[in-house]
């Protein structure tokens, strides 16, 4: 990824300052490997996969009220583990929107008012 | 209050990034600007470049969160954060040993600490390149800007403690 597209993906989340999305996937390697090339197939990480499994979601809301969904159990991998690193991608996000805040608090009023 | 658009948010960023490219076409028009505040003939080269150094590298921390993190290890087990907007995904495939993930949470959190302390180091920045786009980059206006702002630039560069590396 070049640094313009990186930048572009991050600037994608200013427009929207709503809700926080947060989901956590897991499943076999095999499900998620295309056979002929190798490669992972990241297409298959949707709801609709049937492949992969929804071990748990976080929705923070703007007044920071938070909604969680998590897996009563998953075939693949430790539950606990599984809990452990959607707890910390819950807290990179929460970071950064507050990096994203704090960098753009005296820059919105300036470049919107012109 | 109006939203800023993404587009022209990534065109602030993307200026903050080129930033040596402008200085120096700035210096190829300019070679004898004054740039000091009182019309000093500035005598800020290496300050202005370590000032450019330390921008390239705030810009760099933010496109190593922007980017997510995606780890293989060799249990067999690939962990992937993804960001686009609002939204982050984690894929967890396979099923990665406890120092693997005590391994990936570090990364995660050191990308995060870069980000956070580059914080308003690159606000800065922003600020500053919202000026540079309205003037057209005109060679005066980034010297000068860049010149007033260099001590702060490098204060704020100071604070940074997270290691730049990959990620």
Same mark, same amino acid.
């Given at each position: 990824?070049?640094?313009?597209?990186?930048? %572009?993906?991050?600037?994608?989340?200013?427009?929207? $300052?709503?809700?926080? *999305?947060?989901?956590?996937?897991? @499943? #076999? =390697?095999? %499900?998620?490997?295309?056979?002929?090339?190798?490669? $992972?197939?990241?297409? *298959?990480?949707?709801?609709?996969? @049937? #492949? =992969?499994?929804?071990?748990?979601?976080?929705?923070?809301?703007?007044?920071?009220?938070?909604?969680?969904?998590?897996?009563?159990?998953?075939?693949?991998?430790?539950?606990?583990?599984?809990?452990?690193?959607?707890?910390?991608?819950?807290?990179?996000?929460?970071?950064?929107?507050?990096?994203?805040?704090?960098?753009?608090?005296?820059?919105?009023?300036?470049?919107?008012?012109? | 209050?109006?939203?800023?658009?993404?587009?022209?948010?990534?065109?602030?960023?993307?200026?903050?990034?080129?930033?040596?490219?402008?200085?120096?076409?700035?210096?190829?028009?300019?070679?004898?600007?004054?740039?000091?505040?009182?019309?000093?003939?500035?005598?800020?080269?290496?300050?202005?470049?370590?000032?450019?150094?330390?921008?390239?590298?705030?810009?760099?921390?933010?496109?190593?969160?922007?980017?997510?993190?995606?780890?293989?290890?060799?249990?067999?087990?690939?962990?992937?954060?993804?960001?686009?907007?609002?939204?982050?995904?984690?894929?967890?495939?396979?099923?990665?040993?406890?120092?693997?993930?005590?391994?990936?949470?570090?990364?995660?959190?050191?990308?995060?600490?870069?980000?956070?302390?580059?914080?308003?180091?690159?606000?800065?920045?922003?600020?500053?390149?919202?000026?540079?786009?309205?003037?057209?980059?005109?060679?005066?206006?980034?010297?000068?800007?860049?010149?007033?702002?260099?001590?702060?630039?490098?204060?704020?560069?100071?604070?940074?403690?997270?290691?730049?590396?990959?990620?």
């Amino acid at each position: 990824m070049s640094l313009k597209e990186a930048l %572009q993906k991050f600037t994608d989340g200013i427009v929207d $300052l709503t809700n926080l *999305e947060v989901t956590t996937y897991t @499943g #076999k =390697l095999e %499900q998620a490997v295309d056979a002929t090339t190798g490669q $992972l197939n990241w297409d *298959e990480f949707k709801p609709s996969s @049937g #492949k =992969l499994v929804l071990a748990a979601a976080t929705l923070v809301r703007p007044n920071l009220n938070t909604v969680n969904f998590r897996a009563a159990e998953v075939e693949q991998g430790d539950l606990q583990t599984l809990l452990e690193l959607h707890t910390a991608a819950v807290e990179s996000a929460r970071n950064g929107r507050m990096a994203l805040l704090k960098m753009f608090a005296g820059l919105v009023p300036s470049i919107s008012g012109s | 209050m109006s939203q800023a658009q993404p587009d022209e948010l990534t065109d602030l960023l993307g200026a903050v990034a080129s930033l040596g490219e402008h200085v120096e076409r700035a210096r190829e028009v300019l070679p004898k600007a004054p740039l000091g505040p009182g019309g000093q003939p500035d005598g800020k080269g290496p300050l202005l470049s370590q000032a450019i150094a330390v921008a390239h590298g705030a810009v760099l921390r933010l496109a190593a969160f922007a980017q997510g993190h995606t780890r293989s290890f060799p249990s067999g087990a690939t962990l992937r954060l993804h960001r686009h907007g609002h939204r982050v995904l984690l894929e967890v495939l396979g099923s990665p040993a406890a120092g693997e993930v005590r391994a990936y949470l570090q990364e995660l959190a050191r990308i995060d600490r870069g980000l956070l302390e580059s914080a308003e180091l690159l606000g800065l920045l922003l600020g500053l390149s919202a000026q540079w786009v309205a003037a057209g980059f005109a060679p005066p206006v980034v010297l000068l800007t860049l010149s007033q702002s260099a001590p702060r630039i490098l204060e704020l560069g100071a604070g940074l403690t997270t290691e730049l590396s990959a990620g």
